[in-house]
């Protein structure tokens, strides 16, 4: 069975059976009241992208007075969020897990890192430990897919951390298969569909309940991938359908926590778009994938640089509001795909093209 791993992201992987990318559909603006503004996070600015009507009250209404009153008293009882920062990525052994977790050291937070593979696992802990020090890095085994194992990944982080600030959903698997539904094994699929939807929604739960505990509450981060904006991904139907899931299951949280008056516990979409990892380029097979994976892919270390100021500023403003933090936008890519065709950039950057 192949082991959890970062995943490529970027929407015009999907692609690779056209030599042109469709173009870029945003989604329809919700007519729901009960969600917050959404804010989305690209390219160092920040917007609201989803908008609730929000009913006009008088200054002094009983209704404001009493709301206000509550929001001030919220602020006193909650600790404030400052750094360091405790932090916990899940599939981070390598890849853009392992830039995550180099980054926010850098930046002096504390890190978790776990994966399934205790091997895989004690020598990155060791490898972060020798450049960063002992006390700031700590590392377990956890098989996402199953709860207990997380249930364990909760109980060491209170053991050795005390707290989780943020949690970072990054485990994801592809099986390392890139062909048609119709010629995929029973164990890739169960492999593919339980570690990125059942592995997720676990995750979720536990940390979830684990940040309604703490005192300076918390902020969890789901990595999207391929397939999430609902385009097609042929040679992995799987694996596209499963990161669609993601935004569903990162939207749906955000509405609970908010029917249920959660003001300490954020559930955040992560996108770090097209990612130089093994995964990814193990699907450079054909002329488009090439292609594309020249123009838009960048090295992990590239991503994180860009993604971790952005994930730290969230908790370091005091926002307790749903954002999407995004590398590669769509501006960005079309930028990107012009300056190849129109100057032949970035050719055979990381793969000799045909």
């Known amino acids: 069975m192949a082991t959890a791993t970062s995943s490529p992201t970027c929407q015009f992987l999907t692609h690779f ?4 990318p469709h173009p870029i559909i945003f989604p329809p603006i919700s007519k729901q009241t009960h969600f917050q503004p959404y804010r989305i996070i690209a390219n ?14 008088s200054s002094n209404s009983p209704l404001l007075v009493k709301a206000q009153a509550s929001i001030n008293g919220e602020r006193e009882q909650r600790e404030p969020m400052v750094p360091p920062f405790n932090v916990l990525i899940t599939g981070s052994s390598k890849g853009i897990g392992y ?5 926010f050291l850098i930046a002096g937070d504390n890190v978790i890192i776990c994966l399934r593979s205790a ?3 004690e020598s990155a802990v060791n ?7 002992e006390q700031r890095v700590w590392g377990t085994q956890c098989d996402v897919r199953e709860a207990e194992s997380v249930k364990n990944l909760v109980l060491f982080a209170q053991k050795n951390l005390g707290y989780i600030d943020i949690w970072i959903n990054n485990a994801g698997s592809n099986a390392y298969s890139y062909k048609p539904l119709a010629e995929a094994s029973d164990e890739d699929l169960i492999e593919v569909v339980s570690t990125n939807t059942l592995g997720l929604m676990i995750c979720c739960r536990e940390a979830i309940k684990m940040m309604l ?9 789901n990595i999207d991938g391929a397939g999430s904006d609902g385009r097609p991904t042929p040679r992995f139907a799987a694996y596209g359908a499963t990161k669609r899931s993601v935004v569903h299951l990162t939207k749906s949280l955000q509405a609970e926590l908010q029917m249920q008056d959660v003001k300490n516990v954020v559930v955040h979409n992560l996108s770090p778009g097209m990612v130089t990892t093994d ?30 100021p952005n994930i730290r500023s969230i908790p370091a403003s005091g926002s307790w509001k749903p954002t999407y933090i995004r590398f590669l936008t769509g501006l960005k890519a079309y930028s990107q ?14 793969v000799l093209e045909d």
């Open 17 to 20: 059976g056209s030599p042109r």
């Open 44 to 57: 160092g600015s920040l917007r609201n992208n989803y908008f609730s009507p929000t009913p006009t009250i």
């Open 99 to 103: 830039a995550l977790a180099k980054k």
């Open 119 to 121: 091997e895989r696992v």
């Open 127 to 133: 490898n972060l430990r020798e450049e960063y020090g």
């Open 213 to 221: 505990q703490q005192p300076r509450g918390g902020h969890i981060f």
């Open 279 to 308: 995964l990814l380029m193990s699907g450079a097979t054909t002329k488009q994938a090439k292609f594309f994976i020249n123009v838009l892919a960048e090295p992990a270390e590239v991503v994180a640089d860009y993604l971790v």
């Open 337 to 350: 795909i012009f300056s190849r065709l129109a100057f032949g950039a970035r050719r055979n950057r990381y």
